[in-house]
């Protein structure tokens, strides 16, 4: 009986936007839990996992998404320095993504040769990333800094500026975000539940992943 074949890594684009409609936020609190809540996540049709570097084991997790899973496309979130971005890269991180964005740190995201999402909140920051070459970027906070009517009202004047909103997103106000132009996707945490993670209730995670990648 002929051995069953390693499924190849999933492939990633240029663009982390286009990866899916929802981009799964994943707070690894116990590394132990980061396979099994990735393949939840793939499994119901999020194949981008966001692993946040707000943890001890979130390195540990990015590693293992990244052997284990590889029909995941695995990141990091909260990048926000360089060190950070080395780090991330030689866990295996696939892509990267920053709450916030400064000269230093657009330097090496752009030199780690990944695809990644700079974070904005303000007109001026948008127009400060176009002027460098940078289309794609992390809406952030999302709902505080004025939600999908800020979003809209950047269209207009700035159309070639695409974005992935994260903060305060929900079930509830995604599908208006991912109706404007300018929205490739959305992020957030709501498919992965704090009791759920705690019981280890995958399916219910795969349920909620699934649920969400119908979202568009």
Known sequence: MSPTPTPSPAPVTDSVLELAPVL?????D???????????????GLRAVEVTLRTAGALEAIRAIGAEVPEAVVGAGTV???ETVDAAVAAGARFLVSPA??????????ASG?????????ASEVLAL??????????FPAEAAGGAPYLKSLAGPLPQARFCPTGGVSPANAPAYLALPNVGCVGGSWMLPADAVAAKDW??????????????
């Open 24 to 28: 799964p936020v994943v707070v690894v």
């Open 30 to 44: 116990d590394p132990a839990d980061a396979v099994p809540m990735a393949r939840a996540l793939v499994a119901g």
């Open 80 to 82: 926000v320095s360089p």
């Open 101 to 110: 964005c400064t000269e230093t740190l657009l330097a090496s995201m752009r």
């Open 114 to 122: 990944v695809p990644f999402l700079p974070g904005v909140s303000t």
């Open 130 to 139: 176009l002027e460098r070459g940078v289309r794609e970027m992390k809406f």
């Open 203 to 216: 399916d219910r995670v795969e349920r909620l992943a699934r649920e969400a990648s119908g979202l568009r």
